[in-house]
């Protein structure tokens, strides 16, 4: 398999010290042109370990910004942005757990990360837990699964299920903003929301539809999470507190964490407590990776 990696790089300023910014991109190997940004002084100290970032539905890879700046001073950090969103090519299918999770063993190999800790949030969970299902353990370190099910007892209740679809496609607009302003609990600046908003709405109404209409038994998330022998975190809201009692019960050796307060996008909405609820899980892994 060939990877083209195209590269524009901006210098920041963190805490005093200079970091790299760069948009890279690589093609799979079905031909897509996928971005991703890199960040952190953890490129040049390889034992420092590396984080890579996936985000949810219809969702850049910038809402990871508040994780991109904070942990870049220490880590080299990459955050993808999937197929059909953010500033990675509209697919023409691919859709599906199996093909993304394909699509994060491929970023990789092309992007280099030795051992990275893979952070899924919302639709980003299933395709972390798809991509160990599919690849096993030996090419990451850790998983951080943050507020999504994880196919333990109880099923979740809602969320975006057939009503969610038919308004989609009833009214795309009103129901992303509907969405979008719901994963907060915290104050966002109406600019922000709406940076987020249009973000969301370049993913193409069939491709967003298709997102959402895997089919199969949900248990096979719960299957892949408790046959990884890696080290999982998982983060949750009030939604999904009884499936993180449960996992906790069944495997003491999974810590999870509930933000009480928080809402879907809880790294935004209490980003400090988020980042320092990694650096602890960070901090039990071994050093070189």
């Not at 607009?173 to 908003?197: C, D, H, P, W």
């Not at 009692?245 to 209490?270: W, Y």
Request: charged residues 20%.
């Amino acid at each position: 398999m060939r990877f083209g990696t195209f590269l524009v790089a901006a210098l920041f300023v963190l805490g005093g010290r200079m970091t790299c910014a760069e948009s890279r991109h690589f093609k799979t190997s079905d031909g897509v042109l996928l971005h991703y940004e890199e960040r952190g002084v953890g490129r040049v100290d390889s034992s420092r370990g590396s984080i890579l970032f996936v985000p949810g539905w219809t969702m850049p890879a910038s809402i990871w910004e508040p994780q991109l700046l904070h942990f870049a001073e220490r880590y080299r950090v990459v955050a993808l942005d999937p197929r059909g969103q953010g500033d990675s090519a509209v697919a023409p299918g691919g859709y599906t757990p199996e093909r993304r999770a394909r699509d994060i063993a491929e970023l990789i190999r092309a992007a280099g990360l030795q051992q990275p800790v893979i952070v899924g949030w919302s639709l980003g969970v299933l395709e972390a837990l798809a991509y160990v299902q599919a690849h096993g353990d030996a090419a990451h370190a850790a998983l951080v699964l943050v507020d999504n099910s994880v196919g333990e007892e109880p099923a979740p209740g809602g969320g975006k299920g057939p009503a969610f679809t038919t308004r989609l496609r009833q009214d795309r607009e009103k129901t992303v903003r509907g969405f979008v302003r719901s994963m907060y609990r915290s104050e966002q600046s109406e600019a922000y929301l709406q940076t987020i908003e249009a973000a969301s709405l370049k993913t193409p109404l069939e491709a967003s539809v298709a997102l959402l209409s895997w089919h199969g038994p949900r248990t096979r998330w719960r299957d892949a999470l408790y046959a990884t022998t890696k080290p999982v975190l998982y983060v949750v809201t009030p939604a999904f507190a009884l499936q993180a009692a449960n996992v906790a019960r069944k495997r003491p050796d999974i810590r999870t964490e509930v933000f009480a307060q928080a809402g879907h996008a809880l790294f935004v909405d209490e980003a400090t407590r988020f980042n320092a609820v990694l650096e602890q899980f960070l901090a039990t892994l071994p050093t070189a990776r």
